[in-house]
């Protein structure tokens, strides 16, 4: 946070801080273009050496003084720098009798007015507005009055004319970098608001994907199993039926912990899936080595598993097969049955083992499902993911 231009206690954005910015190259620019054309005319109106030198040597340590004052404006001490510049231009004001000509002084001409006016100006756009508008007024009002001071002549209406004068445009700067700044500070709140809504909305996204998730892996556990038991399908597969139940309740205890189910190599996964599927299946794996990251293998496994129970339930076939095959970087596993087949047309909107934890879950983790079938000619759910 910059001091030098805090206007209250407040975190600053990023369009306020470019503000900021901007003013400061600005003070800096004002002064370097208004100090190159006003020397010029400062040495040329020297009607007398004595006023020429004198002249010459203040648009010399105007210069010098200058480049410094950059240096500090840009280094973020601008507050330091304006008071400095003031104590400087009001010495300027007090020796405007000895760096002036005469016959400028007789019509209230001086060429250090209008540099004091500019440099007032950037203060403006530099520094906290209370600073900044009293430095302004000081050395505007001393330029005016030590102007009438080396002409001798008295205040008057006219004088006090020419101060208020002087002072208006360093005070319409400050209006405007004050309108700037509000305006920046309204641009910060509104992209702070919608980076906060947007945030929210990806915390909400993230608990409803995470109950979908907790939905999907109860329906492909706990649920499956328990209505095996409704249906009176435990058979004499007492052995099997504690297996898948121990199974349930790890996977279960995975998505409550946050953790997915313990990662392994692809083929040794399915291998244990297959073995206590309740089916007679035939695993076939083309490379026996498929590493892949423990969240996709999680989705493949709980996808082919969900096919393998569906094979049980519905397809009245008692064997099937899952085959691993690579597929460039990537990896196609399928579950194939030769049993009665459906038609996908034909399921009902409430059943979700197709669409939910087969289809949506190896979608969420970029991979692609496939169902080939047809009523009389079995099932092929066909996993895809590509690396």
């Given at each position: 946070m910059n001091p030098n231009l805090a206007q209250g206690v407040h975190e600053r954005g990023e369009a306020e801080l470019r503000v900021e910015h901007l003013g400061r190259?600005?003070?800096?620019g004002i002064r370097a273009v208004t100090l190159i054309p006003i020397a010029v005319v400062a040495i040329a109106a020297a009607e007398s050496p004595g006023v020429r030198t004198g002249a010459i040597a203040v648009v010399c340590f105007l210069v010098a003084w200058s480049a410094l004052y950059a240096v500090l404006v840009r280094s973020q001490r601008a507050t330091?720098?304006?008071?400095?510049?003031?104590?400087?231009?009001?010495?300027l004001g007090l020796i405007t009798g000895q760096v002036t000509s005469t016959a400028w002084l007789e019509t209230s001409r001086t060429w250090i007015r209008p540099f004091v006016m500019f440099a007032a100006v950037g203060y403006q756009y530099s520094i906290r507005w209370r600073v900044g508008v009293l430095l302004g007024l000081a050395v505007c009002t001393t330029a005016v009055l030590s102007?009438?001071?080396?002409?001798?002549?008295p205040i008057g209406p006219d004088v006090i004319v020419t101060v208020v004068w002087s002072n208006l445009v360093p005070m319409l700067a400050r209006l405007l970098f004050s309108l700037l700044t509000r305006a920046a500070r309204k641009a910060d709140a509104t992209a702070a608001e919608t980076d906060r809504v947007s945030r929210e909305q990806a915390v909400s996204e993230r608990i409803r994907q995470e109950q979908r998730d907790i939905s999907d892996s109860l329906h492909d556990t706990a649920s499956t199993t328990l209505l095996m038991v409704a249906l009176g399908q435990t058979g004499g597969a007492g052995q099997a039926l504690r297996e898948r139940a121990r199974r349930d309740l790890e996977t279960i205890r995975s998505v409550r912990e946050g953790r997915p189910s313990a990662p392994e190599e692809l083929s040794s996964v399915l291998t244990a899936l297959t073995a206590r599927s309740g089916l007679s299946v035939q695993l076939e794996i083309s490379d026996p080595v498929v590493q892949l990251s423990p969240r996709v293998v999680h989705a493949l496994v709980e996808a082919s598993g969900e096919a393998l129970t569906n094979v049980a339930r519905h397809s009245g076939a008692t064997t099937a097969v899952v085959r691993v095959t690579p597929?460039?970087?990537?990896?196609?596993?399928?579950?194939?049955?030769?049993?009665?087949?459906?038609?996908?047309?034909?399921?009902?909107?409430?059943?979700?083992?197709l669409r939910k934890s087969i289809t949506a879950r190896v979608a969420s983790v970029g991979g692609i499902a496939e169902v080939a079938t047809a009523v009389g000619q079995g099932t092929t759910v066909r996993l895809r993911w590509p690396r």
């Amino acid at each position: 946070m910059n001091p030098n231009l805090a206007q209250g206690v407040h975190e600053r954005g990023e369009a306020e801080l470019r503000v900021e910015h901007l003013g400061r190259q600005y003070a800096v620019g004002i002064r370097a273009v208004t100090l190159i054309p006003i020397a010029v005319v400062a040495i040329a109106a020297a009607e007398s050496p004595g006023v020429r030198t004198g002249a010459i040597a203040v648009v010399c340590f105007l210069v010098a003084w200058s480049a410094l004052y950059a240096v500090l404006v840009r280094s973020q001490r601008a507050t330091l720098a304006g008071m400095l510049d003031a104590l400087v231009l009001c010495g300027l004001g007090l020796i405007t009798g000895q760096v002036t000509s005469t016959a400028w002084l007789e019509t209230s001409r001086t060429w250090i007015r209008p540099f004091v006016m500019f440099a007032a100006v950037g203060y403006q756009y530099s520094i906290r507005w209370r600073v900044g508008v009293l430095l302004g007024l000081a050395v505007c009002t001393t330029a005016v009055l030590s102007a009438i001071a080396a002409q001798n002549q008295p205040i008057g209406p006219d004088v006090i004319v020419t101060v208020v004068w002087s002072n208006l445009v360093p005070m319409l700067a400050r209006l405007l970098f004050s309108l700037l700044t509000r305006a920046a500070r309204k641009a910060d709140a509104t992209a702070a608001e919608t980076d906060r809504v947007s945030r929210e909305q990806a915390v909400s996204e993230r608990i409803r994907q995470e109950q979908r998730d907790i939905s999907d892996s109860l329906h492909d556990t706990a649920s499956t199993t328990l209505l095996m038991v409704a249906l009176g399908q435990t058979g004499g597969a007492g052995q099997a039926l504690r297996e898948r139940a121990r199974r349930d309740l790890e996977t279960i205890r995975s998505v409550r912990e946050g953790r997915p189910s313990a990662p392994e190599e692809l083929s040794s996964v399915l291998t244990a899936l297959t073995a206590r599927s309740g089916l007679s299946v035939q695993l076939e794996i083309s490379d026996p080595v498929v590493q892949l990251s423990p969240r996709v293998v999680h989705a493949l496994v709980e996808a082919s598993g969900e096919a393998l129970t569906n094979v049980a339930r519905h397809s009245g076939a008692t064997t099937a097969v899952v085959r691993v095959t690579p597929s460039g970087a990537g990896v196609v596993v399928e579950v194939i049955d030769r049993g009665r087949g459906f038609e996908p047309a034909h399921v009902a909107p409430t059943r979700r083992g197709l669409r939910k934890s087969i289809t949506a879950r190896v979608a969420s983790v970029g991979g692609i499902a496939e169902v080939a079938t047809a009523v009389g000619q079995g099932t092929t759910v066909r996993l895809r993911w590509p690396r």
